[in-house]
């Protein structure tokens, strides 16, 4: 096995085995802050997302760029991925492109650098970045819906589900702010993430949590059955949508 095979053999993957879930219960991406990174671009020829995984954040991309090249180490995740004309998917790690050098106007993560080997992935970063091209990494923290509800979301993320986090997680619970980032800061305006679910679209995306995943291989299916009792109870209307909203945290930095 030649390296490039085994790196995307070895990647930590914990979605492979719900990629058409991911696809269907994961938050979608604001206009306004794609416009912001094409605004930041010193072009809109070609952007680079490296741990695509289903490509929500490729398409919205392709609104504003030419191209768009979109990679994940899983190949399960990118055959669920949204087909779009603009935006070519690969199967390739965070580490390998595939792209040649000094071509991309963006590079990005969204919701995946916390999985990368971060040096490997910069030194990618930078061979494929033309000269002022803007590096961005982007993850969303743990939602808020409403103060009868919330209680329940965080007994279940922090007690039930809790020890079941891959340790990475802890790089989304700081808003990606303890992770290096060798790179001249461009300032962020704040972004968040926005979805109207009802109670059966929420605990879809529940359940594409990682540490969802663990916790049910180990204990079954008991201890989601019950959160489900009991957030079920306190939604009161099942089919009505709730709104809810994810801050979004951005490393966003320019390649020289």
Request: with cysteine.
């Amino acid at each position: 096995m030649d390296a490039a095979a085994k790196t995307v053999k070895d990647f930590p993957d914990h979605f492979s085995g719900i990629a058409a879930a991911y696809r269907e219960f994961r938050p979608a991406y604001p206009a306004a802050l794609i416009g912001w990174l094409a605004a930041q671009a010193p072009g809109r020829a070609l952007a680079w997302e490296a741990g695509c995984g289903s490509g929500q954040f490729s398409v919205s991309l392709a609104v504003e760029f030419a191209r768009v090249h979109a990679t994940d180490a899983s190949a399960k995740q990118i055959a669920q991925a949204g087909a779009h004309p603009r935006v070519e998917y690969a199967v390739a790690p965070a580490e390998r492109s595939g792209l040649t050098d000094a071509c991309a106007d963006l590079v990005c993560a969204a919701q995946a650098a916390h999985w990368f080997d971060l040096p490997a992935f910069y030194a990618e970063a930078r061979r494929v970045a033309r000269p002022g091209a803007v590096i961005a990494l982007l993850c969303y923290e743990k939602c808020a819906i409403a103060p009868d509800l919330d209680p329940i979301v965080d007994n279940f993320y922090s007690r039930v589900a809790g020890p079941f986090w891959p340790p990475e997680r802890v790089a989304v619970e700081d808003g990606y702010r303890a992770l290096p980032f060798p790179f001249p800061m461009i300032p962020a305006p704040p972004f968040h993430l926005e979805e109207r679910w009802n109670l059966s679209q929420f605990l879809g995306y529940v359940a594409t949590w990682s540490a969802t995943q663990r916790l049910t291989a180990v204990r079954g299916l008991g201890p989601f059955d019950e959160f489900h009792r009991s957030l079920s109870a306190a939604w009161s209307e099942p089919e009505s949508p709730r709104l809810i909203r994810w801050p979004l945290r951005i490393r966003a930095g320019r390649v020289r």
